[in-house]
Structure formats: C-alpha cells, structure tokens
C-alpha cells in the first residue's frame, strides 16, 4: 500500500481558552498547562457529511483522480446524526462515487484501522484505488459544563487516497476491552417492552488512565514496529502521533528520544478531532512541502476501546 493522496477540513468557528471562560470555571493558564491547546475548531452550521466530502475531493484532487476511479471507500466515524445510512453511503453519493462503502468505528485509532483494511483489500486484489475519510464530531459527545471534557475536543476531517505499492512497512492492531476508562453511552427509542434501566451519559473521560494508557501503548507498539522493521527512531523522518494532548505527545517523544521538530503538532490549533486527527496532520505536512519520496513516518493513535494502532510507512509523492 501506498498513500497517493491527503485532503483535510474544519469548520470555521476556533473557540478559544477565553472564550470558553466566558461560561466554565476555567482559565487559558489551566487548559493551556494540561493540553497544551489553545482553540480547537467546532461545527456550528456546518455539516460534517459536508466536511467528510470536502477532505475527498481534496485528497482525490492530490492524487490526480477522480470519484469515478475510486473502487471502495472507508470512513472512520464514532458518532454522527445520522445513525442509517452509514456516513460513507452519504459521502459517497456526494461526492458522486459508485463503489461500495463501509464504516468503521476505532474511535482515535481509526485512521491506522482504516489503513490495515484498504492494505488487505488491494493485496487481494479487490480495489485498485480506495478512498479513506474520517470525519469526527466529538464536541457532541461531550458536556459543555465539563470543563475536564469540553475543553479537550474539536471537529473536523481528514482524508487519504491509497494504492497498491511496498510503501507500508509494518503495521500493529491492538485492543484491550477498557469501557470504564473512555466512553459515551445514550439512550435508544423506547419500546413498551423495555424493562431494563437504560442510561444516557455524555462523555465520561477518566484522564490518568487514558494518559497512562495512551502513552504506555504508542511507545510499545513504536517500538515493536522498530524491532521489525530493523528501523531505529533515527531513520524516521516524522512521528505523526494523535493529537490528542500535548503531554502526552511530549510523553511519547520523550521515551522515543527524538527531537521536538520530528514530532509535529497542531493539536494546539485544532484540538482533539478523533480519527480525523492523523489524515489532518497528515495533510498539513504533505501540503507545506514537509515531505519528500522515501521519507520514513511513524503514524501511532490511541481511542477508546481501548484501541491503539501504529504503522511505519514510506512516502511516496
């Protein structure tokens, strides 16, 4: 497998740490010190279907292709307003596609769940071009009088368009049934035969485990892939790790040993977007000219699950 293409999308409305201390018991201090983040970007009259398509017809544009070429399209979604159709069957009729769909839902890690998908598919030989997109709205999931949740999530999507190539050296799976540690749980319609207590609760975050969880997990499984590979955190160019928290990310960087340019971040612009986050960045990189043919990345992400994936791929525009 081979990434020939990125694309990305956010909404236009960047709410602030001081906006946000208009109605929480908050300060920019507080937010920035256990974050790192300074606005994150939220869907007010957009629609994420809107922004999914978007990120697309950026990354098809990257790649020199059009819906028409494209053979299977993957979306990495948790929750959106629609529960049926899925997101991708939505995606795929605006952007005026004809292939089948599927979605997926990995939480954060999608994007590398996504990635293992399309490889198995193009190594048997059922696609030829396949269209990933991940697009997240956790900012719904959350309560905004939680200070400890809201302040950590933003909106968004991201996008990639893969094919068949050698340039994906490795990749890692994991999960480990963590439900108390991150989730959002709500209510189903009523039926008059419903006996059992049902409850609606946004989302619960219990922040030590998951920093805990989040940084013990991305550096095994960076590492194992190292020891695979041969590789050392020196042939890498970039670790593109989730966006999640800054300190984690420096967590992360920290056991790596590797200098703060080769850990690129902007989750201090845009907040944690879930699965979006890694194609974003993605995109962001590729867009800049940060990458060149034959630079080595380090993708690694972490979701509630508790799901983590990592792959070390090779760039190949």
């Keep these: 497998m081979k990434i020939i293409g990125t694309g990305s999308a956010h909404p236009k409305c960047a709410v602030t740490n001081q906006m946000l201390e208009q109605f929480l018991e908050t300060t920019d ?3 920035t010190e256990r974050t790192g983040i ?5 869907i007010s009259s957009e629609k994420l279907e809107d922004m999914a398509c978007e990120a697309a017809m950026k990354a098809l544009e990257n790649a020199n292709l ?4 494209i053979d299977f399209l993957i979306c990495s979604n948790v929750v959106n307003e629609y529960v049926t159709p899925a997101l991708s069957c939505i995606i795929q009729g605006k952007i005026g596609a004809t292939c089948p769909t599927v979605d997926i839902n990995a939480a954060c890690a999608g994007f590398i769940y996504a990635m ?3 490889d198995d598919k193009l190594k048997a030989g059922k696609a030829k071009n396949i269209l990933i997109v991940c697009a997240e709205e956790p900012s719904r999931m959350v309560s905004w009088k939680n200070r400890s949740t809201c302040v950590l999530f933003g909106d968004g999507a ?6 068949a190539g050698d340039e994906l050296k490795a990749i890692r799976l994991t999960t480990s049934s963590l439900t108390e540690v991150l989730y959002y749980q709500r ?3 009523p039926t008059p035969y419903i006996s059992k207590e049902e409850n609606f609760e946004p989302l619960v975050m219990r922040g030590r485990e998951v920093f805990k969880h989040a940084v013990t997990n991305s550096n095994r499984d960076i590492k194992a892939l190292l020891d695979q590979t041969g590789l050392t955190p020196a042939d890498i160019k970039y670790y593109v790790l989730h966006q999640a928290n800054r300190r984690i990310i420096d967590s992360i960087r920290n056991f790596l040993g590797v200098e703060e340019e080769r850990v690129p971040h902007n989750v201090e612009r845009y907040g ?8 974003a960045l993605l995109d962001e990189l590729n867009r800049a000219g940060k990458l060149q043919k ?3 990345l380090v993708f690694s992400a972490f979701g509630a699950g508790f799901t983590t994936g990592a792959c070390i791929i090779e760039w190949a525009m």
Aim: charged share 25%; hydrophobic share 45%; aromatic share 2%.
């Design 66 to 69: 059009t819906p028409a070429d």
């Design 294 to 296: 034959g630079d080595k």
């Design 29 to 31: 201090e507080w937010i």
């Design 38 to 42: 300074k606005e994150r970007c939220v």
């Design 272 to 279: 944690n977007i879930s699965s979006a986050a890694l194609p």
């Design 116 to 118: 293992d998908i399309a």
């Design 158 to 163: 991201g996008a990639a368009v893969v094919t």
């Design 187 to 189: 209510t189903l319609e």
